[in-house]
C-alpha cells in the first residue's frame, strides 16, 4: 500500500516538475533576466528553434543571407499548421508580417515578438483560424550582434542592446528601394513569396518628449488611396488608437517632432518608398510602424509593442473579409487607373485635430556650454488640441505607359525587378521601336553621401518619341500586373526613390564620347555652312547669352551637341515607354504565346 502511493507520490512530483520545467524553459531571456535585457541573436533563434520543435503551429524558415554571413529567419505561425502563404490567401487568411530589430538598437519588438509567439502557440492568446503569422526575429543581424550598453546613449533601457547600422553600416529602413544589403534582397524575396495583407515594423521612437508610452506610424492614407486609403484612415488606424486605451495603455501618433514645440502640432511622418511602410504601400499592404518611447522605462516599451501587436492580430482576424476585400480593389483598380502619383506634398488645407498630452516645452541654461537649451519639463504637463497635418496631396503626376523596355545591359536594375517578382518578357529578334523617351535636361545630385549613394533629385526631363535599336534579350516589361505601382515608381526617373534617384543610371550622365578643339574647328565650321539652320540657333544663343558669344569652347560644343557626331545615349534615360496604340503588338517575345500576347495588348 506504501509502495503505491509512493509511486503514485512520484508520478505526481515527476509531472509537476515537467511542467515547472516546461512554464520556465518557454520563459524568454528578457523574462528571465529581469526585463532589463533584450535577448542576444543566438539566444533569439535558439528560442524559436525550441518554439519550432515543441509546437506544430510554428515553422521556422531560412529565407536567404544577409551582410552578417547569416541567415535571414522567418518564423511562421498558423493555426492549422499549415505554411504556404499561397494555401493562405487561398482559404481567406490575412497574412500578417511583422519585422523586428531593423534597428537592434531599438530591440522591444524582438523581445515583444519572442513572448507573443509562444503566447499564441500555447493557448495563452487565441490563435484565430482566419489569420496566419510571419516573424522577422531579427532583421538586421549584423547590428545586433554589435551589441553595447553604449549604443543609443540616451535610451532608457535595456542594459545592453545592437546598433543602428548593418554589416556595411547600412540603415536597413532605407534600403527597400535600392537593395544594397543581402538583406534588403532577401527581404524583397520573403515579402512577395508572402505578399502580406499587413505589415508591422517595430520601432522605438527618439524625437521629443512626451507621456505616452507608444506611438504609431501608419501607411500615408491617401497614398494608400482609394477605399484602402479611406479604410486605413477611418477605421483600421482609429481601432487600433481605442484598443490601446481600453488596454489602459494610450497611445499617439508617432510624435514627428524635430527641435519644436509639439503644441505647434506636426505632419504626419511622409514614408517614401525607401523606408518600409511606403514599401509595402507600393504593393497595397496596410503598414504600420510602432514607435515605442525611449524614454520609457524597458518592460513598459516591450509590453505596449506586444499589446499593440495583439491589437493589429485582434482587428485583423474579426474584420479579416474587409482587409482582403479592400486589398483585392486596390489592386485591380491599379490595374485599370491611367495615371499615378510619384510625388507628394502636405495638403495645407487639410488637418486632423487631435488631443495631445504633452510636457512644456522650456529653457533653461545649458551646464555644458552656460548657453541657453531646450528641455522637457516634466513636472509641467498640459493637454492641448494640436493640428495634426496627415494629409497629402500628389506634387507630380504621370501617365502610365502600356510598357516599358528596358535593355539587357542594366542587369543591376533587372536583378532588383527580378527580386520584386515583376513579370518580365524577353525580345526574340533585334528590333526597332519607335519609344517613348526621356532626356535628362538636369538634376541635382546631394553634396554628402547618404546611405552609399549621392542621390539625385529635382530632375528636369524631355520626352520625345524615338526610333530606338533594341536587342534580341532585351526585357519588356508590360503593366498589366499587380505590381504595376512599384514598376511606375522605381522606373520613372523623377520619382522620389526612383532607381534614377538612386544613382543606378548615373553613367548615362557621363559623356564618353568627346572631341579635340583643335581637330574639330574645321569640321564644325563646314557643318555650320553645310546646315543653316543650326548656324541660325548658334547665332540666336550667342545673342541671347553674352557669357556664351565669349566663350569660343562653349560654342564649339554647341555645333557638337547639334550634329550627328554627338552620342546619342548621353543624358538618355535607358528606360523606354511604349504607349497604347503603338507597334508593340507586333514584337516577337521569349513566351508562352497568347498569355504574353494578350499581357501586352490589353
Known sequence: MHSIQFKIHLIFLTVFNLSTFNSYSQQTPYELNGKNYTATYKECIEYYQDLDDEYKTISMLEMGMTDAGLPLHLVLVNAQGKFNPVQWHAKNQVVILINNGIHPGEPDGIDASMMLVRDLANGTIHLPENVSLAFIPVYNIGGCLNRSEYNRVDQNGPIAFGSRGNSQNLDLNRDFIKCDSKEARSFAELFQWLNPDVFIDNHVSDG????????????????????????????????????????????????????????????????????????????????????????????????????????????????????????????????????????????????????????????????????????????????????????????????????????????????????????????????????????ILDYKSSNQCYENHHCNAKMKTENKYIHYSFRKGDYMIPLNQDRKRFIIEVLEPEGNDSYFAWNFFDAILVQKEGYSDYAYEELAAQYLNEHPNVKDSLNKKRQQDPQFASSASDQLDFVYKHSPYYEKGHNLYPVFRIMKGSQSSNIKLQSNGNEIRNKVDE
Not at 512626451?210 to 483600421?236: C, I, R
Not at 485582434?314 to 476585400?325: A, K, P, V, Y
Not at 532588383?416 to 533585334?430: G, W
Open 208 to 439: 521629443a518628449d512626451y507621456p505616452y508610452v507608444m506611438t504609431l506610424a501608419t501607411s500615408q492614407h491617401n497614398k494608400l488611396g482609394g477605399e484602402m486609403g479611406t479604410y486605413m484612415n477611418e477605421v483600421f488606424e482609429p481601432a487600433l488608437f481605442s484598443s490601446m486605451l481600453n488596454k489602459k495603455n494610450p497611445m499617439m501618433r508617432y510624435v514627428n517632432v524635430w527641435g519644436h514645440d509639439a503644441k505647434e502640432g506636426w505632419s504626419q511622418f511622409f514614408d517614401s518608398p525607401r523606408y518600409s511602410t511606403g514599401y509595402a504601400t507600393l504593393f497595397h499592404t496596410f503598414g504600420f510602424t510602432p514607435e515605442s518611447h525611449m524614454l520609457k522605462p524597458y518592460d513598459m516599451r516591450v509590453n505596449a509593442t506586444y499589446q499593440l501587436m495583439e491589437s493589429i492580430l485582434d482587428f485583423s482576424s474579426t474584420h479579416s473579409n474587409e482587409i482582403i476585400t479592400i486589398r483585392k480593389k486596390s489592386i485591380e483598380k491599379a490595374l485599370t487607373q491611367s495615371s499615378f502619383p510619384l510625388n507628394w506634398k502636405i495638403d495645407t488645407s487639410k488637418h486632423t485635430n487631435i488631443e495631445f498630452n504633452g510636457y512644456e516645452y522650456k529653457t533653461k541654461t545649458s551646464q555644458v556650454s552656460n548657453l541657453p537649451v531646450h528641455y522637457y519639463d516634466r513636472q509641467a504637463t498640459y493637454t492641448s488640441n494640436i493640428k495634426f497635418q496627415n494629409y497629402y496631396i500628389p506634387s507630380t503626376m504621370i501617365d502610365a505607359p502600356k510598357a516599358y523596355i528596358i535593355p539587357q545591359g542594366w542587369w543591376k536594375v533587372i536583378e532588383l525587378l527580378q527580386l520584386n517578382q515583376v513579370e518580365m518578357i524577353r525580345l526574340t529578334k533585334d528590333t526597332i521601336l519607335k519609344v517613348e523617351a526621356y532626356t
